[in-house]
């Protein structure tokens, strides 16, 4: 059971690090085209 909550938290970090990374790089775009 402990591993199960330990690979859930791994995904969740991973997948809140990567949409946190999408965002930046599209303001980045978005700032770049104006």
Do not use: C, N
């Amino acid at each position: 059971m402990a591993g199960f909550i330990k690979a859930f938290v791994i995904v969740l970090v991973v997948v809140t690090s990567l949409l946190l990374l999408l965002m930046a790089v599209g303001s980045t775009i978005r700032s770049g085209k104006k």
